[in-house]
């Protein structure tokens, strides 16, 4: 099920920046353990690009360290994908998600939002 509301994708040259936005509903943060962002590329496995545990730990997946950003704003409801010095192999689809990791175990996704990264 949709229920993370995505923003923030599009067109971008190389060696440029964008944001991601995604917004859960009121409140159902806390129900989570985890946040954060996959991407897929056409022809590629779906990848972890970024994950944030509620200690405000993060995690990042090489290619991306250094780059890459993921913060959050509970009071917002929003988790956000700074991406920055953005290459063409950052080119992907791109999904947020809230995860929690205790019972009743539950995920929440966005809807995708296709980042282009161009020469």
């Known amino acids: 099920q949709v229920q993370l509301v995505e923003s923030g994708g599009g067109l971008v040259q190389a060696g440029g920046s964008m944001r991601l936005s995604c917004k859960a509903p009121?409140?159902?943060?806390?129900?989570?353990?985890?946040a954060g962002w996959y991407r897929q590329a056409p022809g590629m496995q779906r990848e972890l690009v970024a994950s944030?545990?509620?200690?405000?730990?993060?995690t990042y997946v090489d290619a991306v360290k250094g780059r890459f950003t993921l913060s959050a704003n509970s009071m917002k409801n929003t988790i956000y994908l700074q991406m920055n010095s953005l290459k063409v192999a950052d080119t992907a689809a791109y999904y947020c998600?809230?995860?929690?990791?205790?019972?009743?175990?539950?995920?929440?996704w966005g809807q995708g939002t296709q980042v282009t990264v161009s020469v």
């Open positions: 944030i545990e509620t200690d405000g730990s993060t």
């Open positions: 998600f809230l995860k929690r990791s205790t019972w009743p175990t539950y995920d929440m």
């Open positions: 009121e409140h159902t943060i806390y129900n989570f353990n985890t």
